[in-house]
């Protein structure tokens, strides 16, 4: 907002994030977010606060941009944080103002926190709520959020949508498409959208158990299908499937609000999104049980990634550390190394051994996994790896090497959906 030309105070309630983020330091990995916050505090368009006074005096629009992570023992989302932002910005709200939710929530939340506002506002002060869900993807969070695909908000009023247009005005004049809608349809276009993409990840995946049981390979199989444009080639990439702090609570949330709407059936198909999702880890620890002949115990085995995706420093949900655990629950000597996870990773799962670079991972391995493609594990070569390893075992679980290219060389390799030989 602040690169657009708008003046941004920004309010987090952690003093150490708060201070951090003042001296152009992002609390987590980005790529681009460093420099761009530099540039835009050095325009003097963006400060930081830890005083919701200050925040509510301050803004004609009020962005909600806290997470709304999965109940502990419930496939719910968690609403504390989001209820938490407005009970303590609404009150002190003293000119008219518009509150805008961006958080993923369950269908009917923005209709609640709408009369919560109007309750809550000081007598006389003019505010509404909007919902303007948000769609950007870790590791393009920039490119993401200035050249959206499209801008959803949900609104109540031709006032609220008109000050929308205005936030959103250079986007809009770079033709960037808008919907415009109610309330309930904003809330679902983010959780459907989330739900197709972890189908379109899940349907591949499926179809890799089918290609493993059959001989066939996957990769072609994705390639080929992909090229009827109804299809596409992206979010088809077989694999070790998907994790983060969005997928996987989002489609868990939505099953569990389509419950309480009486719907359960609509979305019974996202259980099984789910659990062949988390059937692809298993099928990994298989992959490398099976390299070990059988007992992973005493095995070394290098794991590389821990981010739940390539370009970020996200390990929630992460399938790589799921794999990494689940290796050194059967007794493996696992060493994870990952190009900037290591630090979350290790207050995640303190008891796994990390390593510092790929050598110290790879160095001495029995099992060589590829977990996450970071760039770095992506330009590996057989010939690289071969005088660092005790074995020439390898499991690609993302799919990212050339199988003949390794065999040649005279390694071992099993990739997720693609034949053994
Ligand atoms: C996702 C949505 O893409 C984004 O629109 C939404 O706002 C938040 O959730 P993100 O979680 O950043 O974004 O990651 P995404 O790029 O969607 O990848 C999610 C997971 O799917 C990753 O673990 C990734 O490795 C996996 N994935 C993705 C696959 O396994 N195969 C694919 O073809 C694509």
Redesign the pocket.
Do not use: H, M, Q, V
């Given at each position: 907002m602040a690169d657009l030309g708008f003046d941004v105070l920004a309010f987090d309630i952690d003093a150490e994030r708060i201070a951090s983020l003042s001296s152009g330091v992002a609390p987590f990995f980005e790529p681009g977010l460093n420099d761009l916050l530099t540039k835009v505090l050095a325009t003097g368009r963006l400060r930081f606060t830890t005083s919701v006074e200050e925040v509510a005096e301050f803004g004609d629009v009020h962005f909600m941009c806290v997470g709304t992570p999965q109940k502990v023992g419930s496939n719910a989302a968690d609403l504390r944080h989001v209820s938490a932002a407005l009970d303590s910005l609404a009150p002190l709200l003293t000119r008219p103002a518009l509150v805008v939710g961006k958080s993923t929530v369950p269908v009917g939340t923005a209709a609640l926190l709408a009369e919560r506002l109007a309750q809550l506002a000081p007598a006389g002060v003019d505010v509404e709520l909007a919902w303007n869900p948000?769609?950007?993807?870790?590791?393009f969070a920039i490119n993401d959020t200035l050249s959206p695909d499209r801008l959803v908000i949900g609104v109540t009023s031709k006032r609220a949508e008109a000050t929308l247009r205005e936030v959103y005005a250079s986007l809009l004049s770079a033709d960037v498409p808008i919907v415009v809608t109610d309330f309930a349809t904003a809330e679902l276009v983010k959780v459907a959208?989330?739900a197709f993409?972890a189908t379109k990840?899940s349907f591949?995946n499926a179809m890799a158990e089918v290609c493993e049981a059959a001989g066939a390979d996957v990769t072609v199989l994705a390639e080929a299908i992909g090229h009827d444009d109804r299809i596409g080639h992206?979010?088809?990439?077989a694999?070790?499937?998907?994790?983060?702090?969005?997928?996987p609570k989002d489609i868990r949330a939505f099953m569990a609000r389509a419950g309480e709407l009486g719907v359960d059936e609509a979305l019974m198909f996202l259980r099984e999104v789910d659990a062949i999702n988390l059937r692809r880890r298993d099928r990994t620890v298989d992959m490398a049980r099976e390299l070990a002949g059988g007992s992973l115990q005493g095995v070394v085995v290098a794991c590389l990634g821990a981010s739940?995706?390539p370009n970020?420093d996200d390990v929630r949900d992460s399938?790589a550390l799921h794999v990494a655990a689940s290796l050194q629950t059967e007794g493996a000597t696992v060493r994870v190394y990952d190009p900037e996870a290591m630090a979350n990773a290790s207050r995640l799962f303190p008891t796994l051994h990390f390593a510092q670079s790929v050598d110290d991972s790879v160095g001495g391995a029995d099992i060589v996994m590829l977990l996450t493609e970071w760039n770095e594990f992506c330009a590996l070569t057989p010939d690289r790896l071969a005088p660092l390893v005790r074995s020439r075992h390898l499991v690609d679980a993302r799919n990212v090497f050339d199988p003949a290219q390794w065999r040649a060389a005279g390694w071992t390799i099993r990739s997720l959906g693609r034949p053994s030989l």
């Open positions: 948000e769609f950007l993807r870790e590791g959208a989330n993409l990840i591949i992206r979010f088809l990439r694999g070790l499937g998907f994790g983060g702090g969005c997928l739940f995706k970020s399938p």
